[in-house]
Nanobody
Framework: QVQLVESGGGSVQTGGSLRLSCATS????????GAWLRQAPGKEREGVAY????????YYADSVKDRFTISQDNAKNTLYLEMNALKPDDTAMYYC??????????????????????WGQGTQVTVSS
């Protein structure tokens, strides 16, 4: 049974930092692409960071570039999101997600939220001004 369990969210002031973790199980972590998605009230879910878990390549949305860092620990089957210089616009529910298919079934690294699915409940991040 595939499981992705997020943790590490909380409430911080502008400029603060948080580190999100995503413990995965039920599948071979390194065989899939990983991502962190977020959804704010009244807004569509957006992808903020993507990682090629078999190679370590990363991609970030412009809104978080140079502030957020996605990383992985394949030995622990865990995905992380380090968030620095947080802004009120970063307030959202954050979800970790796995690509819908194993990496070898993609012609190119998928960078659309449609190519990812999250099983977890998410972790809330609230940034106050």
């Amino acid at each position: 049974q595939v499981q992705l369990v997020e943790s590490g969210g909380g409430s911080v002031q502008t400029g603060g930092s948080l580190r999100l973790s995503c413990a995965t199980s039920g599948f071979t972590f390194s065989n899939y692409y990983g991502a962190w998605l977020r959804q704010a009230p009244g807004k569509e879910r957006e992808g903020v960071a993507y990682i090629s878990t078999n190679g370590g390549s990363t991609y970030y949305a412009d809104s978080v570039k140079d502030r957020f860092t996605i990383s992985q620990d394949n030995a622990k089957n865990t995905l992380y999101l380090e968030m620095n210089a947080l802004k009120p616009d970063d307030t959202a529910m954050y979800y970790c997600a796995r690509s819908n298919k194993p990496t070898w079934l993609y012609r190119a690294w998928p960078l659309s939220t449609d190519d990812y699915y999250s099983w977890g409940q998410g972790t809330q991040v609230t940034v106050s001004s």
